[in-house]
């Protein structure tokens, strides 16, 4: 499985919350990962995506505290 190389410009864009584009990004790079990942613990579908959308919400509400 090939891991996304995470931008540093695209993580300091996401600290904008009126930049769509980045979140749209982010979510275009890592929701697959996340999924294939929920998948591979045995989460069903509907599960593996609810968890996929929590960990997003999770980035974006920590996102400010990154250095």
């Given at each position: 499985m090939v891991e996304p190389e995470t931008r540093p410009s695209l993580?300091?864009?996401l600290?904008?919350?009126c930049d769509q584009q980045?979140?749209?990004q982010f979510v275009t790079i890592?929701?697959?990962l996340l999924l294939r990942l929920m998948r591979s613990r045995?989460?069903?579908?509907?599960?593996?995506r609810d968890v996929?959308?929590?960990v997003v919400v999770a980035v974006m509400q920590?996102?400010?505290s990154w250095r």
């Open positions: 993580m300091l864009r600290r904008d919350p980045a979140l749209a890592y929701e697959p045995g989460l069903q579908e509907a599960d593996a996929t959308q929590q920590a996102v400010d």
